[in-house]
């Protein structure tokens, strides 16, 4: 491992369509961008691990590496290479993620030859310059496209002898009278990347370097492979690391040279995501942590707490749903010795399954069959562990019974019984925890408490006297946290009781329990007493919120377009639409959909005509997606950002989409408020 100071950090889309939420979780987990935001950088080595023998502290490097927009991160030594001393700190940040993408998409994937030809979409942008350059390496004709004629005259600058529209389909017919090409490296999306499709000849490589169809499920037409062509699906952050002594090897060789860049000082990073989500630059966008800039807030990064492999941690409802994948995560946190305690104990469906995993990790885990609110019980549970040799370190309590009804139909058998595991439960851990100095001490909430449920009462009274317990321990100095989670995707009783697709509609959007359990050590780590860990659509969300206050809590994360800008939002809008006459509701809808395209471009609604198609505003991939979901945000209505990118779709097919979406008139009129 390599430990850099960073002095300029490359911003990458990827980077934009995390932090916009746009990105699925399942893109990003198990890659470099799990561990935060920035995915390249340049810097000064300050320490280097053992076996470490091509870098040594001091000197001046690029690297892929987890986390990079910050002033240190720590990276693989494999991914790491020196630079030349003539180059700057600022250039070689825009090297690794292209550089990389490039030579595995080109040299190893598409094995691009001498005298062949490749098209590239996005030719202006960080991946079409570098393959513009590598193709000229190798001795291979370039076609490209861009968005805008400013970017297409760039190419033609650069010598690109073809650049066509990447906006419309035109670049088809084109290529098509040049008799197709040998590579596609592409960046579109639907029609536009099957027609690219098309255009290979005989023997030809696709290279897909974006992530909507493949995440989104999407299908390609299985004629074109009749002509032994070859699709594959790049993603750098996977890229076996062997292969970057190549391409740092090409950087020092001039092969892999430093692209058109923009820098902005850390601290106008703000500025620099909003250019990139708009794509108002050429090339690369570097964001610099240079001593000269402006002055700049450092804030210490978060380290997860150190669990203690001779301790023994202690998870109620540990045998089953999130407990066990919480078990799971101690245990791949460093955890040798886990107490998982249930009513059932090894009699639970998932204990015997759970026990063997473990056990084939090198965790001694024991379950215990035991009523984590009985306090004799669990005396005899830590009784059994000191016996073990291996003291309490820890306790996470999971444990919970549900019981979903309105509370007057509720008996106090039932309130009781969603009451007990968790207040009781959490008094007894308490008492446990101050009795043997436990260092960690976490209580598992929900997001539902805090946002109301009216099917939930005792279950949302439940996690608020849990959250108030942790604030109480706090308040005497010793440790504690409450997590209230969100729509946990993968386990638990949502995904248990297949009811995903019901909370997804209300807009709380799932995550995986390992992005979330990573999340919660993170907040953890922060210090934070009581803290949520949800995913969620808050203009939907907005519309289930059960109180008033609820809806007050949460308003500085509702979006604008519901409140603040003196507009309704969500139903209220839906029930405004059922108010009008007919012939006005697409001039109306028109009509809003200009102002959310003008927040989209930054500009003044005035200038926008509703018969101009989007494609001429220079609209792109990110630009579509924002305009997608402020459509969504106002009228609950799913539009496609393909559907947007089309080369003739104006705002006004886009308000006959919306309206050809709505609920029937009759309904629109049934929601409207008594």
């Known amino acids: 491992m390599v430990t850099l100071a960073v002095r300029a950090s490359g911003l ?96 190893h994937r598409a094995r691009l030859r001498p005298g062949e030809s490749v098209l590239v979409h996005g030719g202006a942008g960080g991946v079409g310059l570098a393959t513009l350059r590598y193709a000229r390496h190798v001795g291979a004709q370039v076609i490209a496209t861009a968005g805008t004629e400013a970017k297409r005259d760039l190419l033609r600058a650069l010598g690109v002898e073809h650049v066509f529209n990447s906006r419309d389909l035109t ?78 090897a090409a950087i020092r060789q001039g092969v892999h040279r430093p692209l058109p860049y923009t820098l902005y000082p850390a601290a106008r990073v703000a500025e620099a995501f909003s250019a990139m989500r708009h794509s108002r630059h050429i090339g690369k966008i570097v964001v610099s942590f240079d001593e000269q800039d402006e002055p700049l807030a450092i804030e210490a990064r978060a380290t997860a707490p150190v669990l203690d492999a001779e301790g023994t941690y202690l998870v109620s409802g540990g045998l089953s749903g999130f407990g066990a994948a919480t078990a799971r995560r101690l245990a791949e946190r460093g955890a040798r010795h886990l107490a998982l305690v249930s009513r059932r104990g090894p009699a639970a469906p998932e204990a015997s399954a759970l026990l063997a995993e473990l056990a084939e990790r090198g965790v001694r885990a024991q379950a215990y069959a035991a009523d984590v609110a009985d306090p004799a019980a669990m005396a005899k549970v830590i009784q059994a562990i000191h016996v073990g040799g291996h003291a309490p370190a820890g306790i996470v309590h999971a444990a919970m019974h549900l019981d979903d009804d309105a509370l007057t139909e509720l ?131 907005r519309g289930v919120l059960a109180t008033a206050d609820a809806a007050t809590r949460f308003s500085l994360l509702i979006p604008a377009d519901h409140e603040g800008d003196g507009q309704p939002g969500g139903h209220d809008k839906l029930r405004e639409l059922a108010t009008m006459p007919l012939e006005q509701v697409v001039p109306h809808v028109a009509g809003t959909l200009i102002q959310a395209l003008a927040k989209v471009l930054h500009t003044d609604p005035g200038l926008l005509d509703r018969s101009k198609p989007l494609q001429d505003y220079g609209l792109d991939s990110l630009m579509a997606a924002e305009l997608s979901v402020r459509a969504r945000n106002l009228y609950s209505v799913e539009i496609s950002p393909t559907e947007l990118l089309r080369a003739s779709t104006t705002v006004d097919d886009l308000a006959q989409f919306v309206c050809a979406r709505l609920p029937s008139r009759q309904d629109l009129k049934e929601s409207r408020p008594s």
């Open 411 to 541: 008996s106090d058998e039932r309130i009781n019984a969603v009451l007990l595991p968790k207040i009781a439960g959490g008094l007894v851990l308490d008492e446990i925890a101050r009795s043997h100095d436990i260092a960690q001490f976490i209580m598992y909430s929900t997001v539902s408490a805090v946002m109301g449920n009216a099917r939930q009462s005792p279950y949302a009274a439940a996690n608020l006297f849990l959250e108030a317990l942790v604030r109480q321990r706090r308040a005497r100095q010793e440790s504690g946290i409450a997590l209230a989670w969100g729509h946990i995707g993968d386990v638990g009783y949502i995904a248990r009781n297949d009811i995903s697709h019901f909370v997804t509609g209300i807009g709380l959007l799932p995550i995986p329990s390992a992005e979330a359990l990573a999340a919660g050590e993170h907040l953890a780590a922060t210090g934070a007493s009581v803290c949520a860990v949800s995913r969620s659509h808050w203009g939907r969300v």
């Open 12 to 107: 990458n889309y990827r980077d934009v369509l995390i932090a916009t939420n746009l990105l699925p979780g399942e893109a990003i987990e198990g890659t470099l961008s799990a561990a935060g935001t920035g995915l390249e950088c340049a810097g000064i080595v300050t320490a280097v691990g053992d076996g470490v023998e091509h870098l040594a502290v001091g000197d001046r490097v690029c690297a892929m590496a987890p986390a990079a927009l910050a002033s240190h991160t720590t990276t693989a030594a494999a991914v790491t290479g020196k630079i030349p001393d003539e180059m700057s700190f600022a250039e070689a940040a825009t090297l690794p993620v292209l550089a990389a993408t490039v030579h595995y998409a080109l040299a």
């Open 171 to 248: 670049f088809v017919e084109h290529v098509e009278r040049l008799g197709g090409v040998d590579v596609v490296v592409n960046s579109l999306s639907g029609e536009a990347m099957v027609r690219s499709l098309e255009l290979l000849r005989p023997g030809g490589r696709f290279i897909e370097l974006g992530k909507r169809d493949i995440l989104g499920g999407g299908s390609l037409p299985m004629n074109p492979f009749h002509g032994d062509i070859t699709f594959c699906g790049v993603d750098v952050t996977r890229m076996p690391q062997h292969l970057f002594a190549e391409v740092f």
